[in-house]
């Protein structure tokens, strides 16, 4: 059934272990009556009501839910302001001199944000959008590294009703121009650099690069990261502008839009099974309920908490449980900038002891590598602050979740495996702390509220074993659309079956206890490090080298990534392989994507194999690449490609 296998399904076949919630935490949990499934699974509505009801609301909703399948309304009829949740509404309820960001740079270099230093902030922020301007509706990009101006721009624009489009710092110009053609973006939030492994990645240049090919772009805002100047950055006049001056000149206070519901907050790009990534469209009412509820729930957030989710917000785990979810939640959140080992392995356990983190959500790719780094740099901290932990990404092994129990948890603390994708926009299925008994590698059970069904190809729902993971009924942070594309919006996730379920992508199993055990992608869409990459994208990167002749891409179990990427390709007539080449062809996949698309081998070959009708078959190359049995080759339109191929690939091991 899955095309894609994460390492180590058969471990997670044979997990047995169970970790029931401890009395002590129980007691103070902020979910600890059972009663809330049966209840939300009976009126699934008036449970998202209660939730959206701890938002504020200008104007209230008259209908909790439209939906006119593959079209959901949430709150229908209710006005709110995004950024006033966020901010404005802790100031005005005791928490103004609450810290709401804690960050921390690569360097060292600290600040702190209280709620009233934020809503200051983002005042201005949204008064100088305005004064370039940018007005509600329209798009603004941003390409930034991990401060808290990406955090504030962000809620600036939620605060006027423009709609951001975030686009993570690794990716390369062209990525970036793509995606702000994409959407039409007017603006380009952008920063000289941003700190990793202790150089300064240049984004300003790399966005010059982009801004020579997206003439929707009128103005750049550009943050100083840097104060030692060692970056020249070059300014254009009269499109770009240094934001320490132009805030010089605009008014402090900023007055909050009102915003329909379903008026969109936001678009991200992700990756799917074409070569071009999709715009996934997220609106402001069902989305804002939807993270804070679940940050609430899921992480069992309390006022004195210190909260640390370690994604970039370049990704949606950052929209959703760095930015959105923890703020319209009142949270003190920690943010770091950089890599987890500089200047040493430590970092993040230094980090952990110096802000008295209580709350940790990372990644299992992160969990797998600090495994390898040893014991003993955790244990050289004081972790004791820590009360639970969080992994999201991609299926967590279980002997990746025993470590992060045993070594960062100190045996004490729960730990949430929460799944859930760019296109859900919250948390769908995950412990409870005070609830659920968990066990290492499964994610357990749906969110309240949330009707999750494991189904096979035909449709019918599996009550035990495995099969395709689907959401039956809508629920409020659900995509609204991709951006521009409707029908592609239709056909990828609501057309599957008849019944207008939608089609996450994702194999699941569940055990005799109703446990669901994620297994990694069915389609073509690869995990690496917890990031989704289009085996299409890479392909076309590569095709796009005046060497290839035809790519194909798989992804091969690794200890680390969870997957990384393998590249077959056929070179046109006169062209030789060589290391040389190899070397170029990576260098392009990094220059039209980024390097998270690096492939990790490239294989020459003579032919790839393929069907009769000439569709390329991946699960065979992926059987090569894994090193296993070669599955059915009967469809082959030349069975010896293969043989050929794995002979070849054998010798290369
Ligand atoms: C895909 C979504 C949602 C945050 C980060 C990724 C995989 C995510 C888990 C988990 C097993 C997981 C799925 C999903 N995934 N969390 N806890 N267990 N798999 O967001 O880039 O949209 O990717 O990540 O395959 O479909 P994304």
């Not at 949990?29 to 049966?38: E, I, K, Q, S």
């Amino acid at each position: 059934m899955s095309e894609s296998s994460p390492p180590n399904i058969q471990a997670l076949l044979d997990e047995q272990r169970t970790f029931p919630p401890s009395e002590q935490f129980t007691r103070t949990a902020n979910v600890r009556d059972r009663a809330v499934y049966d209840e939300a699974a009976a009126d699934p509505e008036a449970f998202w009501k209660a939730q959206a009801e701890q938002l504020e609301w200008i104007e209230p909703f008259h209908t909790v839910l439209e939906w006119n399948p593959p079209h959901a309304k949430w709150f229908v009829g209710g006005k709110l302001n995004a950024a006033v949740n966020c901010v404005d509404r802790h100031v005005r309820n005791g928490r103004r001199n609450k810290a709401a960001i804690v960050w921390e740079g690569e360097p060292g270099d600290r600040r702190t944000l209280t709620y009233f230093d934020l809503q200051r902030e983002v005042n201005l922020a949204a008064n100088v959008l305005k004064s370039l301007g940018v007005k509600r509706g329209d798009r603004v990009a941003m390409y930034m590294p991990l401060i808290p101006e990406l955090a504030i721009a962000m809620l600036a624009c939620a605060r006027i009703g423009a709609i951001h489009s975030v686009v993570f710092g690794g990716f390369s110009a062209e990525a970036l121009a793509d995606r702000i053609n994409d959407s039409q973006c007017t603006l380009l939030v952008t920063a000289d650099g941003g700190y990793r492994r202790g150089s300064l990645l240049p984004l300003k240049q790399i966005a010059d690069e982009a801004l020579k090919h997206t003439p929707s772009i009128k103005n750049v805002l550009i943050v100083k990261r840097d104060s030692s100047d060692r970056f020249p950055v070059h300014v254009t006049e009269g499109r770009d502008h240094w934001y320490h001056r132009i805030v010089q000149d605009v008014q402090a206070w900023c007055e909050p839009e009102s915003m329909d519901s379903e008026d969109m907050l936001y678009i991200l790009y992700t990756s799917g099974t074409t070569g071009k990534p999709k715009g996934i469209v997220h609106t402001t009412g069902g989305y804002l309920t939807g993270t804070m509820a679940t940050t609430r729930a899921v992480f069992d957030l309390k006022d004195d908490d210190v909260y640390w989710c370690t994604a970039d917000i370049g990704w949606v785990t950052g929209h959703s449980y760095v930015v959105y979810g923890p703020l319209a939640a009142g949270a003190t959140l920690l943010m770091y900038e950089g890599a987890p080992d500089w200047p040493e392995r430590d970092r993040f356990w230094s980090l952990i002891e110096r802000h008295g983190v209580t709350i940790f959500y990372t990644a299992p790719t992160a969990i797998r590598a600090f495994m390898r780094w040893g014991t003993e740099l955790p244990q050289k901290h004081d972790l004791s602050s820590i009360r639970l932990l969080g992994s999201v990404g991609e299926p967590i092994n279980p002997e990746a979740w025993m470590w992060y129990h045993e070594f960062i948890g100190g045996q004490r603390c729960p730990i949430v495996d929460t799944w859930w994708q760019t296109e859900t926009g919250q948390i769908m299925i995950t412990p409870l702390p005070g609830l659920t008994t968990t066990k290492p590698g499964s994610a357990t059970h749906p969110f309240p509220g949330i009707s999750v069904q494991i189904r096979n190809e035909r449709g019918e729902p599996v009550t035990e074993g495995g099969g395709l993971l689907t959401i039956s009924r809508p629920w409020p942070a659900m995509l609204r659309g991709i951006y521009g594309d409707p029908e592609r919006y239709a056909a990828t996730y609501w057309s599957k079956w008849k019944d207008n379920a939608y089609f996450a992508g994702d194999g699941a199993r569940v055990d005799a206890d109703g446990c669901i055990w994620l297994l990694g992608r069915v389609d073509d869409v690869l995990n690496v490090s917890g990031h989704r990459i289009g085996t299409m994208e890479v392909e076309s990167a590569l095709v796009d080298h005046p060497a290839v002749a035809e790519a194909a891409v798989v992804g091969r179990s690794h200890d680390i990534k969870g997957q990384s990427i393998t590249a077959f390709v056929t070179l046109k007539d006169g062209q030789r392989p060589s290391t040389g080449l190899e070397h170029e062809l990576r260098g392009h996949v990094v220059k039209k994507i980024g390097a998270l698309a690096r492939p990790e081998e490239i294989h020459f070959a003579a032919d790839l194999p393929k069907t009769r009708s000439g569709k390329i078959m991946r699960r065979l190359l992926r059987d090569i690449a894994e090193g296993k049995a070669i599955g059915d080759t009967t469809t082959l339109a030349d069975p010896n490609v293969v043989a050929r191929l794995k002979s070849q690939y054998e010798n290369q091991e």
